[in-house]
């Protein structure tokens, strides 16, 4: 529901989340300027996909296309109804403050990354921190911005290597840590896995693709394996991502 699939669609929560691109800044001034219009707009581009798709095809893609159509009417009378709430709680889910759109992606992981070092301070040094990433920053001069943002002792692992351009999964974790990859070793098993649980190729590629498994040596000898998952590739399939 958040892609924009193509450009007549207009639903003012999903492309007002999207701050930087100016398509959806005029989307975002259109909804409150001629809300009517906007509206308007809204149902003329479903009634042209309705008949142009749904009509001489499937009953679920029918399904599929209503259920949309509903999802943006809704974010419609959100946005207009509560037009102050709807830019707070915009900002909000940026780590942005109240004032302003814009601010470097990197200050978002600062701002999470600072209560979890400050935790970790105030534990002995056995107490350790991971976190696990997906569509991480891969390329020279991110990585320079990424770990200069980090605290004094935090490390970074990218899986495939700092530049890949197909892989962007790996780990941030704290100092006295170290990390083996060991995804290779085990993706054979996750392939096989996937397939017994009757999951559809594109989830399995994605699965397999955004995987990594880390095998953490901690202090005092100790050692666990973490497990970063993609899991918004099962999407419905809860029972079949628990058995994953």
Wanted: glycine share 4%; proline share 5%.
């Amino acid at each position: 529901d958040n892609k924009p699939l193509w450009c007549p669609r207009r639903n003012p929560i999903v492309f007002a989340l999207k701050e930087d691109d100016e398509q959806c800044i005029q989307q975002r001034n259109a909804v409150h300027a001629n809300p009517s219009s906007f509206c308007a707009k809204i149902l003329e581009f479903y009634a042209e996909k309705y008949f142009e798709e749904c009509v001489p095809s499937s009953k679920e893609l029918s399904k599929w296309w209503a259920s949309l159509l509903l999802f943006d009417l809704q974010c419609f009378v959100t946005v207009t109804r509560e037009r102050a709430a709807f830019e707070k709680l915009a900002r909000a889910s940026y780590l942005l403050d109240t004032t302003s759109w814009r601010a470097p992606a990197l200050s978002h992981l600062s701002t999470l990354m600072h209560p979890l070092h400050k935790l970790l301070t105030q534990h002995p040094p056995d107490v350790v921190g991971i976190v696990g990433c997906q569509e991480m920053a891969a390329n020279i001069d991110s990585m320079a911005s990424l770990r200069s943002t980090l605290p004094k002792g935090w490390q970074v692992y990218i899986r495939g290597g700092s530049f890949d351009d197909s892989i962007h999964t790996g780990f941030i974790f704290s100092a006295g840590v170290s990390l083996r990859d060991v995804t290779d070793t085990l993706l054979p098993d996750c392939h096989s896995l996937l397939h017994s649980l009757r999951m559809d190729a594109k989830i399995i590629n994605t699965t397999c693709r955004k995987l990594i498994i880390g095998h953490f040596e901690l202090p005092q000898s100790r050692c666990i394996a973490v497990i970063n998952l993609h899991c918004k590739s099962f999407k419905e399939k809860a029972a079949e991502l628990a058995g994953f």
